[in-house]
C-alpha cells in the first residue's frame, strides 16, 4: 500500500515539475492565450450589456426583435471598420516592409476572432428572450452574417500573413503590373467597406441591390485576372525564373485571398438586406 502511495506521490511531482517547464519554455505564448481568451473583446462592454439586458426585458418579441436586429447591424458595422482599416493598414505595411505593423495586423485578427466569439454568445442570450416565431423566418439570415464575418477575418489574417512571408524574401513588391492590380483590389475592398457602411443609417434597399450589381463586377474582374495569372504561372511555355515563379504565386495567393474577401462581403449584404426588410 505504502509502495502504490510513493508512486503516486512521484508522478505527481513529474507533473508538477513538467508544467513549470512547459510554462517557462512557453510563458509569453501561453500567458499571451490565456489572457485573450479570458478578455473582454473591445466591443462586448458596458453598453453592449445595457443593450442585451434592454431587449432581455422588452415583452413584446417583435419590438425585441427589432432591437436585435439594430443591434446586429452596430456589430457589422464595427467590424467593417475594422476590415476597411486592417486592409489599409496592410497595404501600407506591405508596401514599406513594415514586417512589424504585418504582425499586428495579424493579432488584431486574432482579437477580432475572439470579439465575434463574444458577440455570438451576446446574441444567443438576446435571441433566448424572443419567442421563436418571430425570428425563425430570418434565423439563416443572422447565421449567414455572423458566418460572413468569421470568413473575411479569416481572409484578412491570411492576406497579412502571405505578405508576411514574402517581404522576408524579397526586398521588392510584386512585380509591377500585379502590384497594381492588387493596390487596385484593395481600394474596391475599402471602397466597398464605406458604401456598405453609407447604407445602413438610412436602411437602403435599393442602395444594397446597387452595391451588390457592382460587387459582381469586380469579382468578375478579379477572377479574370486571377485565372490569368494562374494560367501564367503553370504554363509550361512562360520564361519566368524559378524565383520569379514564386513571387508570382505569393500575389496569385493574395489575389485569392481578397477575391474570397469581396466574395463574401457580396454574400454578407444579401444577408443584411434581407434582414433590413424583416424589419420593414
Not at 517557462?24 to 453592449?48: F, P, S
Not at 500573413?161 to 484593395?186: G, H, K, M, R, W
Not at 474582374?221 to 490569368?228: G, H, I, L, M
Amino acid at each position: 500500500m505504502e509502495y502504490w502511495f510513493v508512486i503516486l506521490l512521484a508522478l505527481i511531482a513529474v507533473a508538477a515539475i513538467g508544467s513549470l517547464i512547459f510554462f517557462e519554455l512557453m510563458g509569453e505564448d501561453v500567458a499571451l492565450i490565456l489572457k485573450k481568451k479570458h478578455k473582454r473583446g473591445k466591443y462586448i462592454n458596458d453598453q453592449t450589456a445595457v443593450i442585451c439586458q434592454t431587449i432581455k426585458d422588452t415583452l413584446d418579441s417583435n419590438k425585441a426583435y427589432i432591437l436585435f436586429v439594430e443591434y446586429l447591424f452596430a456589430n457589422h458595422r464595427q467590424f467593417l471598420e475594422y476590415v476597411r482599416d486592417t486592409l489599409t493598414e496592410i497595404s501600407r505595411a506591405y508596401n514599406v516592409g513594415d514586417i512589424h505593423a504585418l504582425e499586428q495586423c495579424i493579432d488584431d485578427c486574432k482579437e477580432m476572432k475572439i470579439e465575434l466569439k463574444d458577440q455570438l454568445v451576446a446574441q444567443s442570450e438576446c435571441l433566448s428572450t424572443i419567442e421563436r416565431p418571430v425570428y425563425i423566418e430570418s434565423a439563416a439570415w443572422v447565421y449567414l452574417s455572423n458566418n460572413c464575418r468569421f470568413s473575411v477575418n479569416a481572409s484578412v489574417r491570411r492576406m497579412a500573413e502571405v505578405c508576411i512571408e514574402y517581404s522576408t524574401q524579397y526586398s521588392e513588391p510584386f512585380p509591377d503590373a500585379y502590384n497594381e492590380q492588387l493596390e487596385y483590389l484593395l481600394g474596391d475592398i475599402c471602397n466597398i467597406c464605406n458604401t456598405y457602411l453609407s447604407l445602413y443609417p438610412g436602411r437602403d434597399i435599393e442602395g444594397m441591390r446597387e452595391l451588390r450589381k457592382r460587387m459582381s463586377i469586380i469579382l468578375d474582374e478579379s477572377y479574370t485576372n486571377t485565372s490569368r495569372l494562374y494560367d501564367l504561372i503553370h504554363d509550361g511555355r512562360s520564361q519566368f525564373t524559378e524565383e520569379q515563379q514564386i513571387a508570382l504565386k505569393f500575389a496569385l495567393n493574395a489575389f485569392q485571398e481578397l477575391h474570397d474577401i469581396i466574395y463574401t462581403l457580396r454574400r454578407s449584404v444579401l444577408a443584411t438586406l434581407c434582414l433590413t426588410l424583416s424589419i420593414k
